[in-house]
């Protein structure tokens, strides 16, 4: 804590004098502020901070002692006040056995007992509301000494005798205040972790959202100078039309704006705000409060966490968002006001508006490959294809942005399963009995590796990267098992949809991943933080290869052979379906990509990866 070496000659707040102040207040640190500012202070960001040393505190304002009447804390030494020797001044705090002790008696603790921690006085002034020992209620000579790990109750050495058992008819798990409160506060450490990560999300859709409204602005301005250079080809007598127009669109898109910054104000900025402010109180609490104070509240400070830990990052949609459609014939007025259906906002690809659907597949290239092929997935202009020649003969290719397959990239020995790029790091799930995840770089150097448990009887899974963490199917347990990004398990989520037969998955959004499972003709989104099943859909009849790309879900079927089924990622709902005779004829699909207008096939008998425009 930070101390006042300067003598305080003012409020924090409002600067008034000291000695002018109507109604002061002191904080544990002792720097004097009026009640007043200090409640206004609270009101806005929700904390207590002291302005001259930041320190936050966990208190009642109301509470807190004048500074005409707080009284400090004594600072005789023990040892002599308790032989009759009044007012003699304390040099130094021992913390282990929590007194106060002379040069002398200090000399002679040093002699008896060893070197135990100290502080000075100086600093025992200012963290005296900590230190002292809390009496006990029933024994009010004797202080608080022990603690039970599993009913939080605080007793002193003669609460031993009368000690009942806890409210489960368990004995006690008694321990020292001191051994108490640092298990309780690894326990809050370890969730306090995920209260930084969830900031850390928070802020990064703040910065994130900071950019979509320069980019919102940006577009809105591009709109008005399209809709000025249409305005001026137009002959005088329609001016006045342009300029009802133009007003329309402003409005529009100014409404739309208003719910864009209310939504990164207030949804996002609050948020965040709201979760930075219950952190430092719970921090501040484990800081600055009494260890029996800590240990009391210590089911509230879970609650609290848990609370602030519970739901989503906030999203946005958006309905009625008005954009410019110039028309190719000669009109009254060649520009017109349109609104789209939807907008949805995350942080993988920013502000998203539905195009129209698309129609048709048209086949732009047919690649020849050596072998089966299972998988592909497209990175810089490389798409990445996992073959299998034999069970034991697995390796990734790479076909250039050429579209000619231009090397063997890895060799990986097992059955290649599934490929995936995630920040230059290829991820390739294995069969080599049982499962193994292989990490490399794009020069093709082994990085890491790791084993992952789950059945293998001939049919095929995936894996996916959300986020910094890798998700696999667990068909034997029906789980999802979620791994760092080299191979620490960090959780399994319990997915009773899955079955025992073949598996697709792709992430989506930074927070889910979608699986298709063929045996039960189920699509589904799960939500990887919270575990849960955001939409089940039953459209698509025995769905194989499934993938992700701009707000859309694409979908191959092993029942009809010709078909992409095209799925609303929010809601699951089918939107549409395009087909081509050459996509699955005799042929598996076990996976499936798209980048931009690309739609990538991999062909897995007869040895090609077909690319399609999407129309």
Known sequence: MAEATVEQVECGFCVTRLEDLEDSRSLPCSHVHCLKCLLGNFEVNKIVRCPFCREVFDVDIHSLPTSNTREGPSLCCDSCTRKGVNNQPAVIYCKTCSTKLCAKHRESHDDVLGAHPMITMTDYKTQAMKLAPRLCTKHTELPYSLGCRKCLTCGCVECLSVLENCTDGSPHKLMSLKELVTELSKEVDGMRSEILDREDKLSDLLKHMTGVLCDYDSETRDMIETL????????????????????????????TKLELERFTEQDVGVKLSDLN????????????????DIINRHGETINQIKELLSGNLPTLKLSNMATLEV???????????????????????????????PTQLSLLHAVPVSSHCTSVCSYEGNTYVGLNKGIWQGRVDIIDENNQL????????????CVAVYKDRLYTLVYDNPYTVTVHDLTGKLITNWTHTDHWNGYISQLAVVSDQVVIPDRQNKSLTVYSLTGEVIKHIQCPLLSP?????????????????????????????????????????????????????????LSNTTRVWILDVNTGKLLTEISDAAIRTNSNVYDLHVTGNTLIVPRYNDHKVLFYQID
């Not at 402010?277 to 029996?292: C, P, S, T």
């Not at 190719?328 to 998203?352: A, N």
Request: glycine share 6%; proline share 3%; charged share 30%.
């Open 277 to 292: 402010r219950h952190r430092l109180q719970i921090e501040a609490r484990h800081k600055h409060n009494h260890q029996v």
């Open 327 to 357: 028309k190719g014939e000669k009109r009254e007025v060649e520009v017109e006001v349109v609104t789209s259906k939807s907008v949805s906002i995350d942080l993988e690809y920013g502000l998203t508006t539905p195009d129209s659907l």
């Open 501 to 557: 037969n073949w598996v697709s998955m792709c992430a989506v959004d930074n927070l889910s991943v979608v699986v298709s499972d063929y045996q039960t003709s189920k699509v589904f989104k799960v939500n990887i933080p919270s575990g849960e099943v955001e939409w089940t859909s039953q459209d698509v009849p025995n769905p194989e290869g499934v993938t992700y790309h701009g707000g859309r879900v694409f979908v191959t079927s």
């Open 406 to 417: 231009s090397r063997e990239f890895v060799r990986v020995g097992g059955t290649v399963e």
């Open 228 to 255: 000025h250079r249409t305005r001026d080809e137009q002959i005088e007598s329609i001016q006045q039309k342009y300029k009802k127009l133009e007003e329309e669109l402003i409005e529009l898109r100014r409404n």
